[in-house]
């Protein structure tokens, strides 16, 4: 998972959970990645909620860089459950979001 930073998932997992206070933080931020760091993120995201199991990584990241339609804060932000998904993400690729998060703040 070199495509994304733990770190950079853990903020925009911060920044969702105050969604109704840091939607424009949370866009910018995702704005602001590059692509790679994008579809990393979504492909964790689809991890996290099963689409993909953990050891399917490569093609979940290269299926989130080839299907990318829609801007990715807009996706992001509206798929449901998404600080959950991305959380499981993190766990299921070895990461432990919680203390992540607590880096981040």
């Known amino acids: 998972m070199e495509q994304i930073s733990v770190r950079k998932v853990a903020a925009v997992i911060v920044m969702a959970r105050e969604l109704d206070r840091a939607e424009g933080e949370l866009r910018g931020f995702i704005d602001r990645m590059d692509e790679e760091e994008q579809a990393a993120l979504v492909a964790i995201m689809w991890v996290g909620r099963g689409a993909f199991e953990a050891e399917e990584w490569a093609e979940a990241y290269a299926t989130a860089m ?29 990461f432990d979001a919680l203390d992540e998060e607590d880096a981040v703040m």
């Not at 807009?74 to 766990?91: A, F, Q, W």
């Open 66 to 94: 080839s299907e990318a339609s829609t801007p990715t804060a807009d996706y992001l932000i509206g798929t449901p459950h998404l600080v959950d998904n991305l959380e499981s993400g993190l766990e299921a690729l070895g």
